[in-house]
């Protein structure tokens, strides 16, 4: 289960909305327990995919890493990934479930014309996506 901190969500919203029609991404800080993550902040991180920005997402390993530091600097850890669907359903693809690691929250926002329409969070459980509940808190 994912329980995610309303400001960071609304944030994570604004900023799919800003980047259509490209994909967007960024980092969860927060707090990992054995059934849960609790996501307190959003961590915005430019999509560094030149390329296919418009249905690729990527993280550079330096943004990461200053995520990580800025995390620490509240306690926290990295506890997940989001990124948006530009024009596609909030269903993980075959590229983010490859790309994906075990005990991390992934949210995926679909954005339709510019407005998110949608969004659900996943995790991934001996190889493949599973949907997870998500709580909105605070």
């Known amino acids: 289960m994912l329980r995610i901190k ?6 994570i ?10 994909e967007t991404c960024g980092l969860l800080l927060g707090k990992a327990y054995e059934d849960v993550r609790i996501a307190f902040g959003a961590y915005e991180t430019p999509n ?16 990461y890493m200053k995520a990580e530091e800025k995390a ?12 948006s669907h530009p024009d596609h359903p909030d269903r993980p693809s075959q590229t983010d479930e490859e790309r994906a ?15 998110v ?4 969070s996943w995790e ?14 605070g």
């Open 72 to 83: 620490k600097q509240f306690g926290l850890e990295i506890v997940g990934v989001y990124h």
């Open 124 to 137: 991934l459980k001996d190889g493949k996506f599973v949907e997870e509940p998500i709580d909105i808190f």
């Open 117 to 120: 329409v949608s969004y659900r």
């Open 101 to 115: 690691f075990e005990g991390f929250s992934y949210i995926i926002v679909s954005v339709s014309k510019g407005k």
């Open 6 to 11: 309303a400001s960071a969500l609304q944030k």
């Open 13 to 22: 919203i604004a900023q799919a909305e800003r980047d259509y029609p490209y």
């Open 48 to 63: 560094a995919n030149k390329d296919r920005k418009h249905d690729r997402y990527e993280i550079d390993p330096k943004d």
